[in-house]
């Protein structure tokens, strides 16, 4: 299982990444907006989806709207 992000790079667990998309998400006030840098990423079971906390919430972002700092 190797978790890639927009562009193709292989993801680490601890890994920087940055938004490529404007994201609307449930249960909190306001969007991700693009550009906006998740650090210290985790993988999920799922290889299309990493965790990382923005704002001080944990959320569940698909890897296809992210790319490798």
Same mark, same amino acid.
């Given at each position: 299982?190797?978790?890639?992000?927009?562009?193709?790079?292989?993801?680490?667990?601890?890994?920087?990444?940055?938004?490529?998309?404007?994201? @609307? #998400?449930? !249960?909190?006030?306001?969007? /991700? $907006?693009?550009?906006?840098?998740? &650090?210290?990423?985790?993988?999920?079971?799922?290889?299309?989806?990493?965790?990382? @906390? #923005?704002? !001080?919430?944990?959320?569940? /972002? $698909?890897?296809?709207?992210?790319? &490798?700092?």
């Amino acid at each position: 299982m190797e978790p890639k992000d927009s562009n193709g790079n292989i993801l680490q667990a601890g890994d920087s990444v940055i938004i490529t998309k404007s994201l @609307k #998400v449930k !249960g909190m006030a306001k969007d /991700i $907006k693009q550009g906006t840098a998740v &650090k210290n990423i985790r993988l999920t079971d799922d290889e299309d989806a990493i965790e990382g @906390k #923005v704002d !001080g919430t944990m959320i569940v /972002i $698909k890897t296809m709207f992210v790319k &490798k700092k």
